[in-house]
């Protein structure tokens, strides 16, 4: 026997319920994995500037290229894609060799557009397209 009158209209109204309710943890969902891959990325470009300014200061006659080079050897593969294209490397003093004691400062900049898959401007949250300016700064060994 089929259900007729209220009862019906109930199934569908939790139909209605159910669908809204998935949309918006589905939305959620999104939105954490995105603000998830762009911390990682922070991360990793972090550690990266401070590993390149650590090698540049216990090889004080390295020069921007050597250390951009080095840097490009260690990153990790998930800002590495495209073989470093979407990284800036910028070391300062760029004069060799560094004296003893001085002070050097390494940054880092991260093009996110490879690694967002949703908009940058997505139901109100704007999501950064760069990490800039990243840096480190250590004494000269």
């Not at 470009?45 to 390149?52: E, I, K, N, R, T």
Request: hydrophobic share 45%.
């Amino acid at each position: 026997m089929k259900p007729v009158g209220p009862a019906k209209r109930q199934s569908g109204q939790s139909l209605v319920e159910f669908a809204l309710s998935v949309t918006a943890l589905l939305v959620l969902m999104l939105a954490s994995l995105q603000l998830a891959l762009i911390g990682n990325a922070a991360l990793a470009v972090s550690q990266l500037a401070y590993a390149g300014a650590r090698y540049a200061a216990i090889n004080p006659s390295y020069n921007s290229a050597a250390v951009s080079t080095y840097m490009l050897s260690i990153a990790p593969s998930t800002i590495n894609e495209n073989s470093g294209a979407d990284l800036t490397i910028s070391v300062s003093p760029a004069s060799v060799p560094r004296s003893f004691g001085s002070q050097l400062t390494v940054s880092v900049t991260y093009n996110l557009t490879s690694k967002l898959f949703l908009p940058t401007s997505f139901m109100g949250i704007s999501f950064p397209t760069t990490l800039s300016n990243i840096s480190n700064t250590m004494l000269s060994e």
